[in-house]
């Protein structure tokens, strides 16, 4: 069984910088792909980011390109988001997920394994 525990969500003013963090256990974790989303009360998870091991290249959601970035330890078991100019629409819990992505990689019908999420809220 594999768990995911995210952490380094926080309350950031607009503009700052926070590095999220997923602690993975389980296997074969180095095998699946990992990607981050977020969600906002009342409306639908929305896929972030994917690491390379999703095809083999990072992807971003284009409202978080050149701002957000992705990385992937697999010696620390460790997915990664940096980010970085934080704006105020960016206020979500942000969740990491695990699983093969057989479907759109960003697209959380495409993953089978989710942490509990990390609360990042940005103010003015």
């Known amino acids: 069984q594999v768990e995911l525990v995210e952490s380094g969500g926080g309350d950031v003013q607009a503009g700052g910088n926070l590095t999220l963090q997923c602690s993975a256990s389980?296997?074969?974790?180095?095998?699946?792909?990992m990607a981050w989303f977020r969600q906002i009360p009342g409306k639908e998870r929305e896929g972030v980011a994917s690491?390379?091991?999703?095809?083999?290249?990072?992807k971003y959601a284009d409202f978080v390109k050149g701002r957000f970035t992705i990385a992937q330890d697999n010696a620390k078991n460790t997915l990664y988001l940096r980010m970085n100019g934080l704006q105020l629409d960016d206020t979500a819990m942000y969740y990491c997920?695990?699983?093969?992505?057989?479907?759109?990689?960003?697209?959380?019908?495409?993953?089978?394994?989710w942490g509990q999420g990390t609360q990042v809220t940005v103010s003015s």
């Open positions: 690491s390379w091991t999703c095809g083999g290249n990072t």
């Open positions: 389980g296997k074969p974790y180095s095998h699946y792909c």
């Open positions: 997920a695990t699983g093969w992505a057989n479907g759109h990689i960003l697209s959380p019908t495409s993953y089978s394994y």
